[in-house]
T-cell receptor, first 115, second 111 residues
Framework: IAGITQAPTSQILAAGRRMTLRCTQD?????MYWYRQDLGLGLRLIHY???????GKGEVPDGYSVSRANTDDFPLTLASAVPSQTSVYFC??????????????FGSGTRLTVV | DAKTTQPNSMESNEEEPVHLPCNHS???????IHWYRQLPSQGPEYVIH???SNVNNRMASLAIAEDRKSSTLILHRATLRDAAVYYC????????????FGQGTRLTINP
C-alpha cells in the first residue's frame, strides 16, 4: 500500500541524547514535511522540503535538523534531546508544494518521550 | 495566512447526516479550502478540498458559500468510525508548504 512509513512508532529517550526519526514515502511526492502535535497546541510545522536537495524552516525549527538526500527519505534529527521535545511527530508528503489542489498524506506518527 | 473558525465540538447520531461548518471570512481568491480529519491515535487524513464549486467524493461533500467566506463539510451518513477531529484549512497558492492546522472540530458520534 502506497504511503508514508515512520519509524520508530514510539521511543523513550534520555535528555541529551541524539535521535533520528525516520520517514520514507513511496509515492514519488516532491514535497515532504515534519509536524509535531502537542495537547492544546495542535499540529505545528517543524521543517519542510519542497524537493530533494532543499529544506526550509517551519514554525518551530529550533532543536531539529532535516536532510533530503533523495525523493523518498526525509529524516528528522534531534541533536541533543530536551524534555520539551516530548511530542507526537508526524511526517507528511504532497505531490507538489506549489499546487494546493493536491492534499497531504500523513504517516502514523512517532510518539517520543524525552526524560 | 487567512484563518478559519470552527466549533470546538459537535455531536451527532450514527447513520444521520452531519454538517460541519467552517468560517473563513478573510479568504483570498486563490485560497483552496481543504478538510482533513484525525482519527484517535492516527495521523491526519485528507478528506476533500475545493476552490469555488461544491465537491463530492467517496468520503464526503463540500459545500462552499457563494462568497466563499464559509464552507460546510457534509458526512451523508455518519458511522462510529467518523468520530474524529475535523480540520478546515485554507491552502494558498503562494507559501503552499505551510499547511496550517487550527484546533478543529471534535466530532462525537453516538450509537
Amino acid at each position: 500500500i502506497a504511503g508514508i512509513t515512520q519509524a520508530p512508532t514510539s521511543q523513550i529517550l534520555a535528555a541529551g541524547r541524539r535521535m533520528t526519526l525516520r520517514c520514507t514515502q513511496d509515492m514519488r511526492h516532491n514535497a515532504m514535511y515534519w509536524y509535531r502535535q502537542d495537547l492544546g497546541l495542535g499540529l505545528r510545522l517543524i521543517h519542510y522540503s519542497n524537493t530533494a536537495g532543499t529544506t526550509g524552516k517551519g514554525e518551530v525549527p529550533d532543536g531539529y535538523s532535516v536532510s533530503r538526500a533523495n525523493t523518498d527519505d526525509f529524516p528528522l534529527t534531534l541533536a541533543s534531546a530536551v524534555p520539551s521535545q516530548t511530542s507526537v511527530y508526524f511526517c507528511a508528503s504532497s505531490r507538489s508544494p506549489g499546487q494546493p489542489q493536491y492534499g497531504y498524506t500523513f504517516g502514523s506518527g512517532t510518539r517520543l518521550t524525552v526524560v | 495566512d487567512a484563518k478559519t473558525t470552527q466549533p470546538n465540538s459537535m455531536e451527532s447520531n450514527e447513520e444521520e447526516p452531519v454538517h460541519l461548518p467552517c468560517n473563513h471570512s478573510t479568504i483570498s481568491g486563490t485560497d483552496y479550502i481543504h478538510w482533513y480529519r484525525q482519527l484517535p491515535s492516527q495521523g491526519p487524513e485528507y478528506v476533500i478540498h475545493g476552490l469555488t464549486s461544491n465537491v463530492n467524493n467517496r468520503m464526503a461533500s463540500l459545500a462552499i458559500a457563494e462568497d466563499r467566506k464559509s464552507s460546510t463539510l457534509i458526512l451523508h451518513r455518519a458511522t462510529l468510525r467518523d468520530a474524529a477531529v475535523y480540520y478546515c484549512i485554507l491552502r494558498p497558492i503562494q507559501g503552499a508548504q505551510k499547511l496550517v492546522f487550527g484546533q478543529g472540530t471534535r466530532l462525537t458520534i453516538n450509537p
